[in-house]
Protein backbone atom coordinates (compact mmCIF):
# COMPACT_ATOMS: atom_id res chain seq x y z
CA UNK A 1 0.00 0.00 0.00
CA UNK A 2 1.41 3.34 -0.75
CA UNK A 3 0.85 6.33 1.05
CA UNK A 4 0.55 9.86 -0.25
CA UNK A 5 3.36 11.49 -0.95
CA UNK A 6 3.65 15.15 -1.60
CA UNK A 7 5.77 18.00 -2.20
CA UNK A 8 6.15 21.15 -0.10
CA UNK A 9 3.75 23.64 -0.13
CA UNK A 10 5.45 26.84 -0.07
CA UNK A 11 2.35 28.86 -1.09
CA UNK A 12 -0.34 28.42 1.41
CA UNK A 13 -2.43 31.13 0.34
CA UNK A 14 -2.87 30.25 -2.92
CA UNK A 15 -4.24 26.64 -2.04
CA UNK A 16 -6.61 28.07 0.18
CA UNK A 17 -7.92 30.45 -2.43
CA UNK A 18 -7.97 27.22 -4.61
CA UNK A 19 -9.96 25.13 -2.05
CA UNK A 20 -12.28 28.30 -1.05
CA UNK A 21 -13.15 28.71 -4.44
CA UNK A 22 -13.99 24.94 -5.00
CA UNK A 23 -16.32 25.02 -2.14
CA UNK A 24 -18.10 28.57 -2.87
CA UNK A 25 -18.84 26.73 -6.21
CA UNK A 26 -20.34 23.53 -4.72
CA UNK A 27 -22.68 24.77 -2.32
CA UNK A 28 -23.60 27.83 -4.31
CA UNK A 29 -24.64 25.34 -6.96
CA UNK A 30 -27.64 24.62 -4.73
CA UNK A 31 -29.03 27.99 -4.58
CA UNK A 32 -27.81 30.15 -7.15
CA UNK A 33 -30.70 29.15 -9.44
CA UNK A 34 -33.40 29.46 -6.61
CA UNK A 35 -33.89 33.43 -7.50
CA UNK A 36 -34.12 32.06 -11.33
CA UNK A 37 -36.59 29.40 -10.87
CA UNK A 38 -39.69 31.48 -11.75
CA UNK A 39 -37.97 32.51 -15.10
CA UNK A 40 -36.48 28.83 -16.08
CA UNK A 41 -39.98 27.87 -15.57
CA UNK A 42 -41.60 30.64 -17.96
CA UNK A 43 -39.16 30.12 -20.71
CA UNK A 44 -39.94 26.07 -20.94
CA UNK A 45 -43.35 26.54 -19.72
CA UNK A 46 -42.25 24.01 -16.64
CA UNK A 47 -45.22 23.84 -13.74
CA UNK A 48 -44.05 23.83 -10.25
CA UNK A 49 -43.85 20.13 -9.99
CA UNK A 50 -41.30 19.77 -12.83
CA UNK A 51 -39.56 23.20 -11.87
CA UNK A 52 -38.49 21.93 -8.51
CA UNK A 53 -36.43 19.31 -10.27
CA UNK A 54 -33.82 21.55 -11.49
CA UNK A 55 -33.07 21.89 -7.62
CA UNK A 56 -33.77 18.99 -6.73
CA UNK A 57 -31.66 17.40 -9.84
CA UNK A 58 -28.46 18.50 -8.44
CA UNK A 59 -29.06 17.64 -4.50
CA UNK A 60 -29.82 14.46 -5.10
CA UNK A 61 -26.24 13.03 -7.07
CA UNK A 62 -24.38 15.62 -4.90
CA UNK A 63 -25.85 13.72 -1.88
CA UNK A 64 -25.57 10.28 -3.83
CA UNK A 65 -22.17 10.68 -5.07
CA UNK A 66 -20.36 12.08 -2.25
CA UNK A 67 -18.90 8.54 -0.43
CA UNK A 68 -17.47 7.55 -3.44
CA UNK A 69 -15.92 10.35 -4.48
CA UNK A 70 -14.25 10.23 -0.91
CA UNK A 71 -13.18 7.15 -1.71
CA UNK A 72 -11.81 8.04 -4.95
CA UNK A 73 -9.52 10.31 -3.61
CA UNK A 74 -8.11 8.33 -0.60
CA UNK A 75 -7.56 6.08 -3.34
CA UNK A 76 -6.58 7.54 -6.59
CA UNK A 77 -5.08 10.94 -5.25
CA UNK A 78 -6.79 13.96 -3.70
CA UNK A 79 -5.77 16.39 -6.70
CA UNK A 80 -6.38 14.38 -9.11
CA UNK A 81 -10.47 13.47 -8.21
CA UNK A 82 -10.32 17.46 -7.15
CA UNK A 83 -9.59 18.55 -11.05
CA UNK A 84 -12.34 16.33 -12.45
CA UNK A 85 -14.84 17.15 -10.16
CA UNK A 86 -14.25 20.75 -10.77
CA UNK A 87 -14.01 20.20 -14.54
CA UNK A 88 -17.08 17.86 -14.53
CA UNK A 89 -18.81 20.85 -12.55
CA UNK A 90 -17.88 23.52 -15.11
CA UNK A 91 -18.74 21.79 -18.19
CA UNK A 92 -21.98 20.43 -16.79
CA UNK A 93 -22.36 24.61 -16.01
CA UNK A 94 -21.92 25.28 -19.38
CA UNK A 95 -24.26 22.47 -20.84
CA UNK A 96 -27.02 23.91 -18.46
CA UNK A 97 -26.18 27.70 -20.02
CA UNK A 98 -26.75 26.40 -23.26
CA UNK A 99 -29.61 23.84 -22.50
CA UNK A 100 -32.66 24.27 -25.36
CA UNK A 101 -35.09 22.29 -23.45
CA UNK A 102 -35.60 20.46 -19.86
CA UNK A 103 -33.51 17.27 -20.31
CA UNK A 104 -30.47 18.87 -20.76
CA UNK A 105 -30.73 21.43 -17.87
CA UNK A 106 -32.28 18.49 -15.89
CA UNK A 107 -29.11 16.57 -16.66
CA UNK A 108 -26.69 19.17 -16.52
CA UNK A 109 -27.61 19.74 -12.87
CA UNK A 110 -27.03 16.21 -12.47
CA UNK A 111 -23.92 16.31 -13.91
CA UNK A 112 -23.07 19.47 -12.07
CA UNK A 113 -24.01 17.90 -8.61
CA UNK A 114 -21.82 14.48 -9.23
CA UNK A 115 -18.82 16.91 -10.08
CA UNK A 116 -18.76 18.79 -6.19
CA UNK A 117 -19.26 15.18 -4.71
CA UNK A 118 -15.95 14.87 -6.52
CA UNK A 119 -14.88 17.65 -5.44
CA UNK A 120 -15.78 18.66 -2.43
CA UNK A 121 -14.37 15.50 -0.03
CA UNK A 122 -10.85 15.98 -2.36
CA UNK A 123 -10.72 19.75 -1.41
CA UNK A 124 -11.17 19.28 2.75
CA UNK A 125 -8.68 16.27 2.21
CA UNK A 126 -6.06 18.58 0.63
CA UNK A 127 -6.45 21.33 2.80
CA UNK A 128 -5.32 18.88 5.99
CA UNK A 129 -2.12 18.19 3.78
CA UNK A 130 -1.63 22.06 3.05
CA UNK A 131 -1.85 22.68 6.50
CA UNK A 132 0.04 21.12 9.39
CA UNK A 133 -2.02 20.35 13.08
CA UNK A 134 -2.36 23.80 14.85
CA UNK A 135 -2.90 27.40 14.60
CA UNK A 136 -2.27 27.62 10.66
CA UNK A 137 -4.65 24.99 10.43
CA UNK A 138 -7.64 26.51 12.81
CA UNK A 139 -7.31 29.51 11.01
CA UNK A 140 -7.22 27.61 7.54
CA UNK A 141 -10.52 25.53 8.27
CA UNK A 142 -11.95 28.93 9.67
CA UNK A 143 -11.44 30.52 6.00
CA UNK A 144 -12.87 27.91 4.46
CA UNK A 145 -15.65 27.19 6.83
CA UNK A 146 -16.62 30.94 6.73
CA UNK A 147 -16.84 30.82 2.58
CA UNK A 148 -18.60 27.47 2.75
CA UNK A 149 -21.36 28.62 5.00
CA UNK A 150 -21.95 31.93 3.47
CA UNK A 151 -22.14 30.67 0.15
CA UNK A 152 -25.42 29.09 0.04
CA UNK A 153 -27.18 32.55 0.94
CA UNK A 154 -24.79 34.60 -1.42
CA UNK A 155 -25.69 32.52 -3.95
CA UNK A 156 -28.81 32.79 -3.64
CA UNK A 157 -28.72 36.85 -3.69
CA UNK A 158 -26.30 36.66 -6.64
CA UNK A 159 -28.48 33.99 -8.44
CA UNK A 160 -31.21 37.32 -8.44
CA UNK A 161 -28.98 39.80 -8.86
CA UNK A 162 -27.20 38.15 -12.53
CA UNK A 163 -31.34 36.96 -13.32
CA UNK A 164 -32.57 40.08 -12.84
CA UNK A 165 -30.14 42.02 -15.14
CA UNK A 166 -28.64 39.27 -17.64
CA UNK A 167 -31.18 36.64 -17.42
CA UNK A 168 -31.40 33.50 -15.58
CA UNK A 169 -28.94 31.52 -18.44
CA UNK A 170 -26.27 33.88 -16.67
CA UNK A 171 -25.91 32.02 -13.42
CA UNK A 172 -24.48 29.14 -15.57
CA UNK A 173 -22.63 31.09 -17.36
CA UNK A 174 -20.77 32.35 -13.97
CA UNK A 175 -20.35 28.82 -12.89
CA UNK A 176 -18.38 28.23 -15.74
CA UNK A 177 -16.34 31.35 -15.15
CA UNK A 178 -15.66 30.35 -11.60
CA UNK A 179 -14.97 26.64 -12.31
CA UNK A 180 -12.37 27.43 -14.85
CA UNK A 181 -10.81 29.88 -12.67
CA UNK A 182 -10.16 27.56 -9.96
CA UNK A 183 -8.99 25.01 -12.95
CA UNK A 184 -6.08 27.57 -13.97
CA UNK A 185 -4.72 27.80 -10.44
CA UNK A 186 -5.00 24.61 -9.35
CA UNK A 187 -1.91 22.72 -10.21
CA UNK A 188 0.30 25.91 -9.04
CA UNK A 189 -1.43 26.09 -5.32
CA UNK A 190 -2.29 22.50 -4.69
CA UNK A 191 0.28 19.58 -3.99
CA UNK A 192 0.37 16.60 -6.27
CA UNK A 193 0.38 13.55 -4.28
CA UNK A 194 -0.47 9.61 -5.51
CA UNK A 195 -3.15 7.39 -4.01
CA UNK A 196 -2.43 5.70 -1.55
CA UNK A 197 -4.01 2.51 -3.36
CA UNK A 198 -6.48 -0.26 -2.62
CA UNK A 199 -9.62 -0.61 -4.76
CA UNK A 200 -13.37 0.57 -5.02
CA UNK A 201 -15.76 -1.12 -3.59
CA UNK A 202 -18.20 -1.26 -6.48
CA UNK A 203 -21.25 -3.52 -4.97
CA UNK A 204 -20.92 -0.86 -1.99
CA UNK A 205 -20.23 2.02 -4.17
CA UNK A 206 -23.52 1.11 -6.09
CA UNK A 207 -26.09 0.28 -2.88
CA UNK A 208 -24.48 3.39 -0.74
CA UNK A 209 -25.33 5.58 -3.72
CA UNK A 210 -29.01 4.21 -4.92
CA UNK A 211 -29.72 4.93 -1.08
CA UNK A 212 -28.21 7.99 -1.01
CA UNK A 213 -30.13 9.30 -3.67
CA UNK A 214 -33.01 7.69 -3.46
CA UNK A 215 -33.47 9.06 0.39
CA UNK A 216 -33.09 11.92 -1.10
CA UNK A 217 -35.38 11.44 -3.84
CA UNK A 218 -38.23 10.56 -0.97
CA UNK A 219 -37.33 13.44 1.20
CA UNK A 220 -38.14 15.92 -1.58
CA UNK A 221 -41.30 14.38 -3.13
CA UNK A 222 -44.42 13.08 -2.02
CA UNK A 223 -47.02 10.99 -1.81
CA UNK A 224 -46.40 7.40 -3.06
CA UNK A 225 -43.62 8.23 -4.76
CA UNK A 226 -41.52 10.01 -1.56
CA UNK A 227 -43.16 6.32 0.04
CA UNK A 228 -41.67 4.44 -2.33
CA UNK A 229 -38.51 5.84 -2.69
CA UNK A 230 -37.82 6.12 1.18
CA UNK A 231 -38.46 2.09 1.89
CA UNK A 232 -36.14 1.56 -1.56
CA UNK A 233 -33.66 3.77 0.28
CA UNK A 234 -33.41 1.67 3.36
CA UNK A 235 -33.02 -1.65 1.42
CA UNK A 236 -30.38 -0.34 -0.49
CA UNK A 237 -28.62 1.04 3.17
CA UNK A 238 -29.13 -1.98 4.85
CA UNK A 239 -27.12 -3.77 2.11
CA UNK A 240 -24.47 -0.73 1.72
CA UNK A 241 -23.81 -1.76 5.90
CA UNK A 242 -23.53 -5.33 5.24
CA UNK A 243 -21.64 -4.88 2.76
CA UNK A 244 -18.98 -2.31 4.27
CA UNK A 245 -19.05 -4.79 7.32
CA UNK A 246 -17.48 -7.64 4.90
CA UNK A 247 -15.37 -6.12 2.21
CA UNK A 248 -11.54 -5.50 3.28
CA UNK A 249 -11.92 -2.15 0.97
CA UNK A 250 -14.94 -0.26 2.06
CA UNK A 251 -16.43 3.10 0.40
CA UNK A 252 -17.16 3.95 3.99
CA UNK A 253 -14.81 2.20 6.78
CA UNK A 254 -17.53 2.09 9.18
CA UNK A 255 -15.13 2.30 11.80
CA UNK A 256 -15.10 6.38 11.82
CA UNK A 257 -18.35 6.24 13.49
CA UNK A 258 -16.88 4.81 16.64
CA UNK A 259 -15.01 8.11 16.61
CA UNK A 260 -16.98 9.97 18.87
CA UNK A 261 -15.82 13.41 17.21
CA UNK A 262 -17.07 12.15 13.76
CA UNK A 263 -20.28 11.25 15.63
CA UNK A 264 -20.74 14.74 17.14
CA UNK A 265 -19.22 16.72 13.72
CA UNK A 266 -22.22 14.56 11.57
CA UNK A 267 -24.86 14.89 14.18
CA UNK A 268 -23.70 19.10 14.38
CA UNK A 269 -23.84 19.02 10.66
CA UNK A 270 -27.10 17.98 9.83
CA UNK A 271 -28.99 20.18 12.57
CA UNK A 272 -27.21 23.36 11.17
CA UNK A 273 -27.79 22.36 7.82
CA UNK A 274 -31.74 21.76 9.17
CA UNK A 275 -32.07 24.84 11.11
CA UNK A 276 -29.88 27.51 8.09
CA UNK A 277 -31.83 25.80 5.09
CA UNK A 278 -34.93 25.60 6.62
CA UNK A 279 -34.49 29.54 7.32
CA UNK A 280 -33.75 30.17 3.91
CA UNK A 281 -36.66 27.80 2.65
CA UNK A 282 -39.34 29.82 4.35
CA UNK A 283 -37.63 33.63 4.18
CA UNK A 284 -38.71 34.05 0.84
CA UNK A 285 -41.91 32.77 1.45
CA UNK A 286 -42.73 34.46 4.25
CA UNK A 287 -40.79 38.22 2.85
CA UNK A 288 -42.70 37.88 -0.86
CA UNK A 289 -45.77 36.43 0.20
CA UNK A 290 -46.26 38.40 3.44
CA UNK A 291 -44.10 41.36 3.25
CA UNK A 292 -44.69 42.12 -0.22
CA UNK A 293 -41.01 41.97 -1.21
CA UNK A 294 -39.90 41.63 -4.53
CA UNK A 295 -37.69 38.50 -5.29
CA UNK A 296 -34.14 40.70 -5.31
CA UNK A 297 -35.36 42.33 -2.08
CA UNK A 298 -35.41 39.00 -0.04
CA UNK A 299 -32.30 38.29 -1.84
CA UNK A 300 -30.78 41.62 0.09
CA UNK A 301 -33.16 40.76 2.98
CA UNK A 302 -30.99 37.64 3.62
CA UNK A 303 -27.35 39.76 3.17
CA UNK A 304 -27.07 40.15 7.28
CA UNK A 305 -26.88 36.09 7.74
CA UNK A 306 -23.90 35.81 5.10
CA UNK A 307 -22.16 38.76 6.48
CA UNK A 308 -22.72 37.06 9.93
CA UNK A 309 -21.40 33.92 8.99
CA UNK A 310 -18.58 34.97 7.45
CA UNK A 311 -16.89 37.74 9.91
CA UNK A 312 -17.56 35.00 12.49
CA UNK A 313 -16.07 31.90 11.07
CA UNK A 314 -13.47 34.12 9.41
CA UNK A 315 -12.55 36.50 12.33
CA UNK A 316 -13.32 34.64 15.70
CA UNK A 317 -13.82 30.64 15.67
CA UNK A 318 -10.14 30.00 14.52
CA UNK A 319 -8.73 32.07 17.63
CA UNK A 320 -12.01 30.15 19.88
CA UNK A 321 -10.39 26.68 18.51
CA UNK A 322 -6.84 27.41 19.67
CA UNK A 323 -8.41 28.00 22.93
CA UNK A 324 -11.21 25.85 23.66
CA UNK A 325 -12.48 22.06 22.25
CA UNK A 326 -14.94 21.79 19.08
CA UNK A 327 -17.61 20.25 20.66
CA UNK A 328 -18.18 23.25 23.16
CA UNK A 329 -18.35 25.37 20.35
CA UNK A 330 -20.73 23.09 18.42
CA UNK A 331 -23.18 23.71 21.39
CA UNK A 332 -22.82 27.07 21.27
CA UNK A 333 -23.40 26.98 17.89
CA UNK A 334 -26.30 25.01 17.96
CA UNK A 335 -27.65 26.94 20.83
CA UNK A 336 -27.16 30.01 18.47
CA UNK A 337 -29.07 28.69 15.33
CA UNK A 338 -31.66 27.48 17.52
CA UNK A 339 -31.95 30.33 19.07
CA UNK A 340 -32.14 32.66 15.86
CA UNK A 341 -34.62 30.31 14.53
CA UNK A 342 -36.87 30.76 17.75
CA UNK A 343 -36.83 34.49 17.17
CA UNK A 344 -39.14 33.75 14.13
CA UNK A 345 -41.53 32.34 16.18
CA UNK A 346 -42.74 36.14 17.04
CA UNK A 347 -43.13 37.27 12.92
CA UNK A 348 -46.74 38.82 12.48
CA UNK A 349 -48.29 38.96 9.05
CA UNK A 350 -47.45 42.39 8.75
CA UNK A 351 -44.26 42.34 10.49
CA UNK A 352 -41.26 44.74 10.49
CA UNK A 353 -38.05 43.46 8.98
CA UNK A 354 -35.73 45.71 11.50
CA UNK A 355 -37.84 43.98 14.31
CA UNK A 356 -38.78 40.51 13.71
CA UNK A 357 -36.62 39.14 10.55
CA UNK A 358 -33.38 40.55 11.26
CA UNK A 359 -32.47 39.58 14.76
CA UNK A 360 -33.10 35.93 14.09
CA UNK A 361 -30.85 35.70 10.76
CA UNK A 362 -27.94 37.73 12.58
CA UNK A 363 -27.97 35.41 15.47
CA UNK A 364 -28.37 32.65 13.40
CA UNK A 365 -25.20 33.43 11.16
CA UNK A 366 -23.46 33.86 14.15
CA UNK A 367 -24.10 30.75 15.40
CA UNK A 368 -23.79 29.00 12.29
CA UNK A 369 -20.08 30.82 12.25
CA UNK A 370 -19.29 29.22 15.30
CA UNK A 371 -20.56 25.65 13.96
CA UNK A 372 -19.15 24.88 10.40
CA UNK A 373 -15.04 25.55 11.31
CA UNK A 374 -15.72 23.64 14.63
CA UNK A 375 -17.69 20.43 12.48
CA UNK A 376 -15.25 20.49 9.98
CA UNK A 377 -12.59 20.09 12.07
CA UNK A 378 -13.99 17.33 14.90
CA UNK A 379 -14.95 15.09 11.35
CA UNK A 380 -11.14 15.09 10.94
CA UNK A 381 -10.54 14.72 14.76
CA UNK A 382 -8.76 11.17 15.47
CA UNK A 383 -9.38 10.11 11.90
CA UNK A 384 -6.72 8.90 9.94
CA UNK A 385 -4.47 10.95 7.44
CA UNK A 386 -5.22 8.49 4.26
CA UNK A 387 -8.95 8.78 5.82
CA UNK A 388 -9.41 12.37 5.69
CA UNK A 389 -11.51 12.25 2.11
CA UNK A 390 -13.88 10.08 3.17
CA UNK A 391 -14.32 11.50 6.72
CA UNK A 392 -15.19 14.68 5.11
CA UNK A 393 -17.49 13.03 2.88
CA UNK A 394 -19.54 11.46 6.12
CA UNK A 395 -19.79 15.22 7.20
CA UNK A 396 -20.84 17.03 3.73
CA UNK A 397 -23.47 13.85 3.46
CA UNK A 398 -25.17 14.76 7.21
CA UNK A 399 -25.20 18.66 5.78
CA UNK A 400 -26.86 17.86 2.35
CA UNK A 401 -29.08 15.08 4.47
CA UNK A 402 -30.21 18.28 7.05
CA UNK A 403 -30.53 20.06 3.69
CA UNK A 404 -33.14 17.98 1.85
CA UNK A 405 -34.89 15.24 5.05
CA UNK A 406 -34.45 17.72 7.70
CA UNK A 407 -35.99 20.46 5.76
CA UNK A 408 -38.57 18.25 4.33
CA UNK A 409 -39.55 17.52 8.07
CA UNK A 410 -40.02 21.19 8.73
CA UNK A 411 -42.46 21.46 5.56
CA UNK A 412 -44.25 18.68 6.80
CA UNK A 413 -44.95 19.87 10.11
CA UNK A 414 -45.85 23.32 8.56
CA UNK A 415 -48.43 21.76 6.78
CA UNK A 416 -50.11 20.55 9.59
CA UNK A 417 -52.01 23.68 10.63
CA UNK A 418 -54.43 25.24 8.23
CA UNK A 419 -53.12 29.08 8.82
CA UNK A 420 -50.08 29.30 6.82
CA UNK A 421 -48.28 31.69 8.90
CA UNK A 422 -48.85 29.50 12.37
CA UNK A 423 -47.56 26.18 10.10
CA UNK A 424 -44.58 28.34 9.49
CA UNK A 425 -44.45 28.98 13.22
CA UNK A 426 -44.43 24.86 14.12
CA UNK A 427 -41.62 24.15 11.30
CA UNK A 428 -39.46 26.86 13.68
CA UNK A 429 -40.37 25.54 16.69
CA UNK A 430 -39.51 22.23 15.19
CA UNK A 431 -36.10 22.49 14.36
CA UNK A 432 -35.34 24.81 18.01
CA UNK A 433 -35.96 22.14 19.40
CA UNK A 434 -33.61 19.62 17.57
CA UNK A 435 -30.98 22.31 17.53
CA UNK A 436 -31.31 22.28 21.67
CA UNK A 437 -31.39 18.50 21.85
CA UNK A 438 -28.50 18.39 19.45
CA UNK A 439 -26.42 21.06 21.47
CA UNK A 440 -27.29 18.69 24.65
CA UNK A 441 -25.85 15.86 23.24
CA UNK A 442 -22.53 17.13 21.95
CA UNK A 443 -21.81 19.29 25.36
CA UNK A 444 -22.47 15.84 26.99
CA UNK A 445 -20.82 13.32 24.77
CA UNK A 446 -18.03 11.90 26.22
CA UNK A 447 -14.20 13.24 24.54
CA UNK A 448 -11.94 10.34 23.58
Known sequence: MTRTEVRPQHRPGLALGVLAGALALDVSGLGVLNAALPSVGTHFGLDDTTLQWVMIAYAVTFAGFLLVGGRLADVFGRRRVFELGVALFALAALAGALAPDTAVLLGARAA???GAALSGPAALALLTEVFPPGPARNRALSVYAAV?????SGGVLLGGVLT???GWRSVLWFSVVLGLAVLAVTRAGLPHGVGRGGRLDLPGAISGTLGLTLLVVGASSSGAVAWSALCAAVAFLVLFVVREHRTADPVLPLGLFRISSVRAASLAAFLQYMGSVGMLFFAPLYLQGMLDYSPLESGLALV???LAVFLTANYATGHLLARHAPYRLMAVGLVLIGGGTALWLSTPHHGSYVLHVLPGLVVSGI???LNFPSMTSAGLTGVEPDRHAVAGAVNVVAQQI???VG???????AATSDDQLTGYHLAYLAATIACAIGALAIATVRRP
Open 112 to 114: QGI
Open 148 to 152: GAASF
Open 164 to 166: QFL
Open 304 to 306: PMS
Open 367 to 369: GQG
Open 402 to 404: GAS
Open 407 to 413: VAVMVLV
